[in-house]
């Protein structure tokens, strides 16, 4: 492609990429006053024609002119007016910059998936219609130039333009109401409340604030990670689930997806069943029990979770005010204790620990007081579940306006709040409260007693009997501390509502929305009932549904001691997920990790990973057991039924960066015979269309050898190329499903021969090269054009001169089923036309008459139906005048033959020429297939008749030592002498039509017929290979006498000399050799050892 450019436009010596100096205005004035400016970049253009182009310039007099296009990749507009057509032709093309290609500016419409939520997909143009010349007769309607050239849509984006508008109604959230409100109020549980002066009490001040922060050092590694994650690429529904099957595979997000979503929904019977018990504490205290404690605690809670799927199933807006105000009652529970703190304490509340700020108290509660039983990992562990929640936002995903920068902010400014709070208040109540205390304010000190040292004692409280009875208050001992400590105790009841009642909600949430999204993607077949959704924001209600039953289940239960342990084992385990999801993509470097969060390293994912496994058994050691072992149970079960999916997850990146290394690695190592494989090249043309010669030779190169089944097309490049692209998929697809190891490469050539000469150069990678040609024998070369069988003969010779070894494959029926498959899908397409009229006539009838006889045909409309036009000389019709039936059964049966386990039987391998062994290795191989190890090897050479003994001997010492299991061995000594005169004369038959006898010609006749039919078979060729001709059928003839019952026959290839023997005389040798035979497999290794004795 050239440009022409006038010599009036381009100064002399200078570049054709000019770079103007121009104004955004309309007029020249303005560029012109411009010109004397510096030189400024400007966008490079073609010649003085580009002055009228549209340009964009970043001088800062013209910044408003930039300032009108949108920054974010959604739109750029312009005021400038943009023409769509050729002022000099008046043809109208598509337009970028004003240029008359095809070619389209960036936009983000490109790159999003089909169906996206976010707006239309828009196709750019193809770098086919790019690349080819532009037809000058198309026409482009005014003004959609202009919306094509700017990726404003492409004609049938209709659909997805209307599918955006019904999304208007949508309620998304923002990064404080969707995910900071959540987090915080997740993290922030009645531990707050009953449990963290208990902690503080037992550890102290020192090791409690140590707790808090491993705790929080494990919730922070895994937001850093989860906020690279959410930050490589849109963020759909699903949570925890979406991001690590995305990163990882379906494999880990199914497994962690089905268990976590569980979690969630067992979550919420743990908080109701927590809020229950606060409400039947108040109900003995005011002495209104309903029934005992454990069924009040079964009936408050079975309202509570009703009342609660009730706010969840009337929408997300509805929960999301509820959380709000949820969070509201906790703050001011909150603030409440720390004013509490600072209201002087009366002589009730001394006896009972609390003494306001006190620096003796301060010192006395800093070190530790484990009592009998506890230590710092088990408070640990007690305190733990409190950190956590910090997937509460991340949970809904899908209804956040934007995930990307929504969950990052969100989650890390959650932990950072929630953890100045937890040490806040626990310094705090530490700093005020003592660790035992009587509730007795008779406890005083009076004059003369003598004081203990203890900080109360120094306060004139004597709470020395604790030492020696257990009391009832102080840090260790009263739950309600907090409630003491606060300035109005009810509010910290209400607190402990709001804690336990969000983190329900929260949970009930979740569950659904995770559980929808692992059902979406169907990896869990029998789940599929559950992926439905209703309404505006796709609320998942069958998951809400189920969630609901399984909380009440456990409701009911109203055990969760034995539960709740394995349920925080299984948030931990999606924690280590995440941060491992972090680790394995940056470690696999694919370009497409491309996190915006920056702030992250690879190696603290790792350790954030290691440590969430680490809390995990500390914990509870069982429990981390008992979720290794689901987890595992359901890896194997996705990995085992391989879901079609497709997510570009980083252990595909890291399996292509493995098998790279590798391949570079096996590069760095000479071959060695001993791990000699065949890795064949199978000429199948497409791999369904010559299934037995694909099965033969998977046979012997499954798990052990490289197979790659090619096809090369033949005519002209372009549609040549256009075949073969869209057929690339499909046919690897085939060989996938049908469960072969192979690979399929296809060329474009404009010769069949050519296509093969590249294929056997250029396959392979490295050390994964091609060392051996399969190919099946042309059954047809008697009727074929001479073209073919040249270009037939003619790949064994470039094999050859490339030392690449040769195998050919005869069988009865030969392999090609393609008039066979063609049939099979002609029959598909009229069974599927038949099965969618049959719908539309039903559809139509439903409708009781409406729209009558046309609505029929508008209904088949849709549903594509059309009348198959007649094709003319169909093989379709010739196959079914050859009684179809009977044919296609004989076919079919042979190119299934050896898929089918093969009975005890016989491998006869007539190792007649010493190729290197690969004509003995081949069948040794397939005696260890499966379908092959019935067979015994039987093993036949030539040999002197006076020396068989000695010779059979000698080959059995060999074997031997090639450590070859074999039946027996059979010396043939008479393979040198002459056929009988019927198979020769069978012989002479056949080559009969492709004989010149000149020798019965004058000189001159001859010398004509050779000049005019150069492809015949001489006289004196056939005399000087007579011999060979002769070896040819005496060898058939000992073929039908010792193996015409084996179930398979390798024999040695005879070799055609280049320049001496013709095509087609080698093509009846090879048809004598073969002819009335079980399947015969022709072998000529490369002269090079394959097999040797040496260790």
């Not at 240029?99 to 999003?112: F, G, L, Q, S």
């Not at 193996?1043 to 013709?1062: D, E, F, H, Q, T």
Request: net charge neutral.
């Amino acid at each position: 492609m050239s440009v022409n450019t006038p010599s009036s436009s381009v100064p002399t010596g200078a570049s054709r990429f000019q770079v103007h100096v121009v104004n955004e205005g309309r007029g020249s004035g303005a560029a012109m006053s411009d010109s004397t400016d510096p030189p400024h970049y400007e966008e490079t253009s073609f010649g003085d024609e580009a002055q009228n182009r549209l340009r964009i310039s970043f001088r800062p007099g013209n910044q408003e002119s930039y300032d009108n296009f949108i920054q974010n990749g959604d739109a750029a507009k312009t005021d400038t007016t943009f023409h769509a057509y050729d002022s000099h032709t008046n043809t109208y093309y598509l337009q970028t910059f004003g240029h008359n290609t095809m070619d389209a500016v960036p936009k983000i419409e490109y790159y999003r998936n089909t169906g996206s939520v976010s707006g239309p997909k828009v196709n750019r143009p193809s770098l086919l219609e790019i690349h080819e010349q532009l037809a000058k007769n198309v026409a482009v309607a005014p003004g959609s130039a202009d919306r094509v050239a700017n990726g404003d849509g492409m004609p049938g984006d209709e659909q997805a333009e209307n599918k955006e508008e019904d999304t208007a109604g949508v309620v998304k959230f923002g990064w404080v109401k969707g995910v900071l409100v959540r987090c915080m109020l997740n993290i922030w549980g009645v531990m707050l409340f009953i449990r963290l002066s208990w902690i503080v009490g037992e550890a102290g001040i020192g090791l409690g604030v140590i707790i808090i922060g491993l705790s929080v050092v494990v919730t922070t590694l895994t937001g850093i990670s989860m906020s690279a994650i959410c930050t490589n690429g849109v963020v759909r529904g699903g949570g925890a689930y979406y991001l690590i099957s995305r990163s990882l595979g379906p494999e880990f997000g199914g497994s962690i997806g089905l268990i976590f979503a569980f979690a969630n929904a067992v979550a919420v019977a743990m908080y109701v069943v927590g809020f229950a018990e606060t409400v039947v504490d108040l109900l003995k205290e005011s002495d209104s029990m309903m029934v005992d404690p454990t069924n009040d605690i079964r009936i408050i809670g079975s309202i509570t979770v009703v009342i609660l799927l009730g706010i969840s199933v009337a929408g997300m807006e509805w929960e999301a005010k509820a959380q709000v105000i949820l969070l509201v009652i906790l703050l001011i529970a909150i603030a409440n204790f720390f004013i509490g703190t600072v209201i002087p304490s009366n002589n009730e509340k001394k006896s009972r620990g609390f003494f306001n700020y006190q620096a003796s108290i301060f010192a006395e509660n800093f070190g530790p007081s484990f009592t009998k039983g506890e230590g710092f990992f088990s408070v640990f562990a007690i305190f733990f579940p409190a950190a956590t929640g910090i997937l509460a936002g991340a949970n809904i995903s899908g209804d956040l306006e934007d995930p990307q920068d929504a969950i990052p902010r969100g989650t890390m400014l959650a932990i950072f709040i929630t953890t100045v709070a937890y040490i806040g208040v626990a310094i705090c109540v530490a700093a005020c409260v003592v660790r035992d205390a009587t509730g007795s304010i008779n406890d005083t000190i009076v004059s003369g007693m003598n004081c203990n040292g203890s900080a109360a004692c120094e306060l004139g409280y004597d709470f020395s009997r604790c030492q020696h009875e257990p009391c009832q208050y102080g840090l260790m001992n009263n739950f309600q501390v907090m409630s003491m400590v606060s300035g109005f105790g009810p509010l910290i009841t209400a607190g402990i509502f709001s804690a336990t009642l969000s983190s329900a909600l929260a949970s009930l949430v979740s569950a659904p929305k995770v559980f929808q999204a692992l059902c979406k993607d169907n990896i869990f077949k029998g789940l599929q009932f559950f992926a439905k959704g209703y309404g505006k924001n796709n609320e998942p209600l069958r998951g809400y549904l189920l969630t609901f039953v399984i909380a009440m289940a456990f409701i009911l239960i109203a055990e969760l001691n034995v539960i709740a342990p394995i349920i925080s084992n299984f948030f931990l385990a999606s924690y280590a997920l995440i941060n491992f999801s972090c680790f394995h993509a940056s470690y696999a470097k694919s370009p497409g990790w491309r996190p915006a969060y920056g702030i992250y390293n690879m190696w603290v994912s790792l350790f954030g990973a290691i440590l969430c496994c680490a809390v995990m058994f500390v914990i509870n050691w069982w429990a981390a057991v008992i979720t290794y072992v689901i987890e595992l149970s359901l890896y194997i079960y996705v990995t085992y039924k391989k879901p079609d999916v497709n997510w570009g997850s980083s252990t595909q990146a890291l399996s292509y960066v493995s098998a790279l290394d590798n391949a570079l690695e096996l590069t760095t190592v000479e071959d060695h015979v001993k791990n000699f494989r065949p890795q064949c090249i199978v000429l199948t043309g497409g791999p369904m269309a010559r299934p037995a010669l694909l099965d033969i030779t998977h046979a012997f190169t499954k798990n052990s050898g490289l197979c790659i089944c090619c096809e090369v097309f033949v005519g002209p490049r372009k549609l040549c190329v256009k075949e073969m692209n869209s057929g690339m998929a499909k046919k690897q697809a085939w060989l996938i499903k049908n469960k072969i190891k192979a690979f399929y490469a296809a060329v474009a050539a404009d010769y069949f021969r050519d296509g093969v000469r590249s294929l056997l150069q250029a396959s392979g990678l490295g050390r994964m090269k091609p060392n051996t040609l399969v190919i099946g024998y042309k059954k047809n070369w008697r009727k074929a054009p001479l073209s073919e069988i040249e270009n037939y003969v003619g790949i064994l010779h470039d094999a050859f001169d490339f030392e690449i070894g040769v195998v050919i494959v005869r069988i009865s029926q030969g392999f090609d089923i393609s008039p066979v498959l063609q049939v099979q899908d002609e029959l598909e397409k009229l069974e599927q036309e038949r099965l969618a009229l049959e719908a539309a006539i039903k559809d139509n009838e439903s409708e009781e008459g409406k729209g009558g006889i046309r609505g029929l045909f508008k209904k088949a409309g849709k549903l594509n139906i059309t009348k198959p036009a007649p094709k003319k000389d169909s093989n379709i019709n010739t196959i079914q005048s050859m009684h179809v039936g009977e044919f296609n059964q004989k076919l079919v049966e042979a190119s299934a033959q050896f898929k089918k386990k093969q009975g005890k039987g016989t491998i006869d391998v007539w190792w007649l020429f010493d190729d290197g062994g690969l004509t003995l290795l081949i069948p040794y191989i397939l005696t260890l297939r499966k379908k092959w190890k019935d067979c015994k090897l039987r093993i036949y050479v030539g040999g002197k008749i006076n020396r068989i003994e000695e010779e059979k001997i000698s080959m059995a010492s060999l074997l031997s030592k090639f450590r070859i299991k074999f039946a027996d061995i059979h010396i043939i000594g008479d393979i040198n002498i002459k056929p009988n005169k019927e198979s020769w004369k069978v012989f002479e038959e056949l080559i009969e039509p492709y004989r010149l006898h000149e020798s019965h010609k004058d000189l001159t006749t001859a010398e004509k017929l050779k000049r005019e039919s150069p492809w015949k078979i001489t006289d004196a060729e056939l005399e000087a290979v007579k011999e060979k001709s002769y070896r040819q059928v005496r060898l058939n003839e000992l073929l039908q006498e010792h193996s015409r019952a084996a179930n398979l026959i390798v024999l040695s290839l005879p070799v055609a000399r280049k320049g001496s023997i013709s095509d087609l005389l080698y093509m009846a040798w090879l048809e004598i050799l073969t002819k009335n035979l079980p399947p015969v497999l022709l072998v000529r290794g490369n002269h090079k050892n394959v097999l040797t004795f040496y260790s």
